[in-house]
C-alpha cells in the first residue's frame, strides 16, 4: 500500500502532491514501484495538524480518484478518512477500500456506511476521540488491550453486516516506544490471525526518535521491522517508500 498524502502539512511529504499533476505523477511513480493499493489522504493525522471538516477532505481530493481509476484501473484505492460522508463520496468516484483511523469512532455513522457500501474496511486501533488520539496511555498489555478493542468493533462490524474487515494496530498513535516494539515482536498474537493485518510503520517517531534520526533517514531499520511482521503474518504494508518495500516482501517471499 502506497501512500498518497494531497495534504499541505503531512509531516514527511506536506504540500508535494496536493495538485492533480503531482498527485498523478507520484501514483504512476508508486504503481511502477510495486504499490498494488494507492492510499489516498486528504487529511494529515499526524500530531498538531490542521483539523478538516468533511466538506474539505472533498474539496482538497476533487475528482482525483476517479482520475487515478482512469489512468491505473487495475490499482486498488483505498481512502484514509474518518467521515461517513467522505466515504461516500469516495464510493460515487470508485474508489475501493475504507481506512478509517478512528475505528468508528469519531463519526457514528462510519459503521452503518461501510455496511452500506460493502466496502472493505480496515479497523485500527486508536484512542477514543480525536483530541487524544495521540495521547501516550500506558497499556498493561498493549497486545491483550489492542485484541480486546479488535474483537469488540469486529463483533460490531460484522452485526452491522461489514464482511471484509482488515486490522491495523495502530502503530504511531497514542502507544509509547516500549509498547510499539512490543506490538512488532508479538504482530502473530494480534487479531487471533483470523483477519489480515496492516502494518504502518512507515517514517512512524518510534523508530527514528531513539536512533536520533530523521524520519526520511530510517530505511534500513523499517525493512528490517518489515521483514520481521511479514514473518509473523502481516499481509499489507502500509509505506512511503514502495520501492524498498517491495524488495524486503520479494525477499520474504523467496524464504518462504
Partial sequence: MGILNLTPDSFSDGGKFNNDNAALQQTEKL????????????????????????????RRMGNMISKIKKEFPETLISLDTFYADTVKFGF????????????????????????????????????PSYDTMHQKIRFEDITLDVNQYFSEKVNL???????????????????TVEDQMKMISEVEYLGFGRLPLLIGISRKSFIYKPLGKSPLDINEETQKLHMKVLEQGAMILRVHDVAEAKKTVDLFLQKK
Avoid: C, W
Fill in 31 to 58: 504503481v511502477k514501484e510495486g504499490a498494488a493499493i494507492i492510499d489516498i489522504g486528504p487529511q494529515s493525522t499526524r500530531p498538531h495538524a490542521e483539523f478538516l471538516t468533511s466538506e474539505e477532505e472533498i
Fill in 92 to 127: 460515487n468516484e470508485g474508489m475501493d477500500i475504507i481506512n478509517d483511523i478512528s475505528g468508528g469512532q469519531f463519526d457514528e455513522k462510519m459503521f452503518d456506511t461501510a455496511a452500506q457500501t460493502q466496502l472493505p474496511y480496515i479497523l485500527m486501533h486508536i484512542n
Fill in 157 to 175: 462490524l460484522l452485526k452491522k453486516g461489514v464482511k471484509d474487515i482488515i486490522l491495523d494496530p495502530g502503530f504511531g498513535f497514542g502507544k
